[in-house]
């Protein structure tokens, strides 16, 4: 059965403090109230943040994730930050080729491409995420233009490599907007992006990877969502600054 991911990404907010409280109530919460082994609970923070955080959900059932990193393992990279350093104070998950980095930062996909492996070899997890414009939608090439980004950034991998990656589709016309893609256009997308793995490395190791959707997921909506059966989860902005939507997310999936 493929794993499921409840992950939120809290972007550039929180203080430390605030993010102290908010993320030990999610661990409460998760603990308390989340009894599928199945499903995932990730927070994906801020960089200062990490050391103290992964020490604070350590033993329960929340792991913490960077929103970022750097390919190379070390060097004159001013401000960045590299995967072994992330493993060395314990993240599990390292989001990558967001929508927002490929804008504001004109991240490539040859570019995303190196973090994935950087990633792989240290032995942690891609949360790679992928995801047309409004107008590539309208103008009717999203199919094409999101498949092109995996085969771009994924498809050098081995079999073996490949189903270590998580992948989040986040239409951008959704993130942040309110406009939730449709059930049925999350479904719609995933299956061809599963159909695209499936192309190149057959449909067992295809039916292997977990697919999560991105843009205004909320405790209103995740219920249909993760009920589509090309959907495994969701990468949860704006709803993860909010304990008990967060959590209310991480309990919408199908028993
Ligand atoms: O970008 C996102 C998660 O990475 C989605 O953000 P929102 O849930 O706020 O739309």
Known sequence: MRKKYAAGNWKMNKTFEEGQILLSEVVNMVNDEMNNPNVHVILGVPFPYLSSFTKLVNSSKVSIAAQNCHPKPSGAYTGEVSVQMLKSVGVKY??????????YFGESDAFIAEKVDAILAEGLTPIFCCGETLAQREAGIHFDFVCGQLTNSLFHLSAE???KVVIAYE???AIGTGVTASSAQAQEMHKILRDHLASKYGQTVADEISILYGGSVGAGNAVE?????????GLVGGASLKSRDFTDISKSFPA
């Open 171 to 173: 239409p951008i016309w």
């Open 161 to 163: 490599a490949l189903q």
């Open 225 to 233: 969502l993760f009920s589509q059966p090309d959907v495994d989860g």
């Open 94 to 103: 390292v989001i990558i080729g967001h929508s927002e980095r490929r804008e």
